[in-house]
C-alpha cells in the first residue's frame, strides 16, 4: 500500500475513534480564525424569524419552563413583548413569581403558572439560592433545581455558594395537567431552563399530545448521558439539532 492510501485509512480510524468519543474533527479555513465575527451561528432569533416568516401569520403560542422573572437572560421576552405572542410562563419560586407577573403585568394572551413541571403531582423539594447581597448579580436567583450538585457547579465563580442554598417545597404539576388546563392545542416554541432537569421536561412533552415545533433548552447541565439520551430522542421524534454554547435548538422541520 503506497503512503497516500495509509494516511487516509489511519485518519478515517482516527475519525471514527474520536466520533465514539465524542469528537470531531473539522477544519476551519484560516480567514474565519483570523475573524470569528465574520461567522455566522444559527441562533433562536434566526430559527424563529425563518418559522414566522415561512407560517405567514402572527399568531404564535410558547410554553416558558422556568421563565424565573421574565427579564434577565430571557431569550423569548423581546419577542413576547414586540410581536404579542400567547403563551404559558411556569415558574416555581413563589417570591420570584411574584416579580414576574409584574414584568409581565398588561400583556394580554399570557397565562403565569407558579408551580414547577414534573412526572407526578405534588409538592417537591426545590435547591434555591437566597442573594441578599446586592452586589451580586440577580441571576443567581435564577439557579433554582431539583439537584442540588447543579447548583454547586457554580462554586468556582462563587465560593461560598453552598451557605447560600437553601430548599423550598413548591407544587409539581404533570406536563399533562398544564395542557389540559389551558386547553394547549399547538406549541410553537417550548422554552425550558430547567437547571439540569430540560432532558426530563423534554421527555415529558415528546410522550404529550402535542409535540412544540419548535424546542431551545440548556444543555450546559445536563450529565454527558443524559445530553446523548435526550439527543436520540429528539432525533427519533424527528427533530433536526443545532447546539449553541449553552443551548441547544431542536426543530421539526415542514
Request: hydrophobic letters at 45%; glycine letters at 6%; charged letters at 25%.
Amino acid at each position: 500500500m503506497s503512503v497516500a492510501p495509509m494516511l487516509q485509512s489511519l485518519k478515517s480510524i482516527v475519525r471514527s475513534l474520536l466520533a465514539a468519543a465524542g469528537y470531531r474533527i473539522d477544519r476551519t479555513p484560516r480567514a474565519l480564525l483570523r475573524h470569528p465575527e465574520a461567522a455566522l451561528k444559527l441562533t433562536l432569533d434566526l430559527v424563529i424569524a425563518d418559522y414566522v416568516a415561512r407560517r405567514g401569520t402572527g399568531d404564535f403560542f410558547f410554553i416558558q419552563v422556568g421563565a424565573f422573572n421574565g427579564v434577565d437572560a430571557d431569550p423569548i421576552r423581546k419577542h413576547v413583548v414586540a410581536r404579542g405572542w400567547r403563551g404559558i410562563l411556569v415558574e416555581p419560586q413563589p417570591d420570584v413569581f411574584q416579580i414576574l407577573s409584574r414584568n409581565y403585568q398588561g400583556y394580554p394572551g399570557l397565562e403565569l403558572v407558579n408551580a414547577a413541571i414534573a412526572d407526578t403531582r405534588g409538592k417537591r423539594e426545590l435547591f434555591v439560592v437566597r442573594n441578599d447581597d446586592p452586589n451580586l448579580p440577580n441571576l443567581l436567583g435564577g439557579l433554582a433545581s431539583f439537584d442540588r450538585t447543579v447548583i454547586l457547579k457554580h462554586k468556582c465563580v462563587l465560593p461560598r455558594i453552598e451557605s447560600m442554598v437553601q430548599t423550598i417545597r413548591v407544587p409539581c404539576l404533570t406536563w399533562t395537567d398544564l395542557l389540559d388546563t389551558y386547553r394547549v392545542r399547538t406549541i410553537d416554541l417550548l422554552q425550558i431552563d430547567a437547571e439540569g432537569y430540560d432532558s426530563e421536561i423534554i421527555a415529558l412533552a415528546l410522550n404529550g399530545p402535542v409535540k412544540p415545533r419548535i424546542i431551545h433548552f440548556e444543555h450546559i447541565h445536563l450529565e454527558p448521558e443524559a445530553l446523548e439520551s435526550c439527543f436520540e430522542r429528539l432525533i427519533a421524534a424527528g427533530y433536526r439539532l443545532a447546539m449553541e454554547d449553552r443551548d441547544t435548538i431542536a426543530c421539526l422541520p415542514d
